[in-house]
C-alpha cells in the first residue's frame, strides 16, 4: 500500500506579460532564468513571483482596481489587490519597469528625467531583496502605482502529487510597458532578456532554442492571437470569469489538461503533460 504523498503548501503568485507594440506587431518581453538557479533554472519566462505580506498593505496605489473588484475577479472574499500590487512588484524586480505616475501631473515615471541609473538599480536591488518595500520607493519618489492597465487573463495551478516540492496558484495578467522605460532583465535571478512576438517565442521554444514551460507556452498561444496591445488590451477588459487550468502529470489520466477559454491556446498534444518542474513554475 502506498503512503499518501505529503502534503504541500500552496503559495499565491502573481506573473505579468509586458507587451508593447514593436514593428507594426505584439512583442512581450522574455527573461532566461538562471542556468544555475535550484528552480526553473534556464527556463525563459515572464516576470512574475510570490505573493509577499508586502503587498497587501502599505503600497500607495493612484489607479487601478479597488480591493473589491480585483478580489471579485479573482473568486476571492478579500485581499484581491494584493496580486495587482505583486504583479507591478515583480515587474520591477525583474524587469525594471516601474508602473508608476506623479499623482500631481498624472505623468508616468522616467527614469532618467527623475532617478540616476545607479539610484534606480539601487531600490531595484533592495526591493528584491526584501530590505525596502515598494511603497518605501514609491514615497521617496512621491509617486503611486498606475494599476489601470494591469489586466487579469488567466490562472494557472500546480496539481497535487509526484513528490512536487512547489505548488504555486498563479494568477497571469497582462501590461503595457509605460512610455519612456526600458525593461532589463535583473543579471541575478534572471541573467538574459528579449522582446519578441509570442509566435517568435514560441517557434523558438519548439526548435530547441530556449526552454519554454507549459503555462509560458499556452499563454504565449494566447497572445499570439493579437497584432496590437491596443487589440490584446480590449479583449483583456471584455474576460468574464477566468477559468483556471490545472496541468496533468505525465501519465496522470486524474488531472484534467489545461483550459484557457479566456485566450484558447488550443488543446495540449494527445500524450503530452507536465513533469513536477514545469508545472511548479509560478512564471
Avoid at 1 to 17: D, G, K, N, R
Avoid at 85 to 99: D, K, N, Q, S, T
Wanted: aromatic share 8%; proline share 9%; with cysteine.
Amino acid at each position: 500500500m502506498s503512503e499518501p504523498a505529503p502534503h504541500v503548501e500552496v503559495h499565491p503568485a502573481a506573473t505579468v506579460m509586458l507587451v508593447r507594440d514593436g514593428g507594426g506587431s505584439l512583442e512581450v518581453l522574455m527573461l532566461r532564468r538562471d542556468p544555475e538557479a535550484v528552480f526553473a533554472a534556464d527556463a525563459w519566462v515572464f516576470p512574475g513571483g510570490r505573493v509577499d505580506e508586502g503587498d497587501r498593505s502599505g503600497t500607495p496605489v493612484g489607479r487601478g482596481p479597488s480591493d473589491a473588484e480585483a478580489s471579485a475577479a479573482l473568486g476571492l472574499p478579500s485581499g484581491g489587490l494584493a496580486w495587482w500590487v505583486a504583479a507591478a512588484r515583480e515587474c520591477f524586480e525583474e524587469a525594471g519597469i516601474l508602473l508608476a505616475r506623479r499623482p500631481a501631473t498624472g505623468d508616468w515615471f522616467h527614469a532618467s528625467d527623475e532617478w540616476s541609473a545607479a539610484r534606480l538599480a539601487r531600490y531595484r536591488r533592495e526591493v528584491h531583496a526584501g530590505v525596502t518595500p515598494l511603497g518605501a520607493v514609491l514615497e521617496a519618489g512621491g509617486l503611486v502605482l498606475d494599476l489601470s492597465g494591469v489586466h487579469y487573463v488567466s490562472h494557472w495551478i500546480t496539481p497535487p502529487g509526484h513528490g512536487t516540492a512547489r505548488r504555486f496558484d498563479t494568477r497571469f495578467f497582462v501590461a503595457e510597458v509605460p512610455p519612456g522605460q526600458v525593461a532589463s532583465h535583473d543579471a541575478a535571478e534572471t541573467v538574459e532578456s528579449f522582446w519578441a512576438t509570442p509566435a517568435k517565442a514560441l517557434a523558438r521554444g519548439e526548435a530547441g532554442e530556449i526552454t519554454l514551460l507549459i503555462p509560458t507556452i499556452a499563454n504565449l498561444k494566447g497572445l499570439a492571437r493579437f497584432s496590437s496591445v491596443a487589440d490584446l488590451v480590449a479583449a483583456a477588459r471584455a474576460i468574464g470569469s477566468v477559468p483556471m487550468a490545472a496541468p496533468r502529470f505525465r501519465g496522470d489520466p486524474s488531472v484534467p489538461t489545461p483550459v484557457l477559454a479566456s485566450f484558447d491556446p488550443g488543446p495540449e498534444p494527445e500524450g503530452q503533460g507536465v513533469s513536477p518542474e514545469e508545472s511548479a513554475c509560478p512564471t
